[in-house]
């Protein structure tokens, strides 16, 4: 799941409140395309220190980025910082792994792994040790494009 920091005194209460808001993206990443489907505007970036401190300075109104990765920043600040994430998330896009041209073999044993480990519950456990929560892709297959 994606979250969306706001300030914490911000208006912006759910999704479709962010249509017309200045976001605080990276520009060629995958976040910062979401981020203008939603109706952003962007705001340029380079981390996620600059994306807090536009926000905080109401010279950007949200941050869109990976659950895990906003919550982990969040936690290792030494201060609480004026911001929150809203409760509405933006459901994942898809991460993949890039492989050489050509590697079908590869990427085949990739897939097949992946699926195996998903179905057996090895990379729902992974997730549990690590991230505290199950990030586990249900239907794989939806994912799969086997022309790439």
Known sequence: MWGVIVAED???QTLDDL???RAAQSVSTSSGQEAEKLGGELVP???VDEAMKLITEV???FYLGSDVGQQDYLDKQPEPLSVRVLDETVPDVPASLVVPKGSDELREDLNEV???NTEDGTLAEIYDEYLGMDKSIEDFDE???EDE
């Open 19 to 21: 249509d017309g808001k």
């Open 143 to 145: 994912y799969l494009d």
């Open 59 to 61: 010279r950007a109104d």
């Open 10 to 12: 911000s208006d912006i």
């Open 45 to 47: 970036i380079d981390d």
């Open 114 to 116: 992946i699926i195996e």
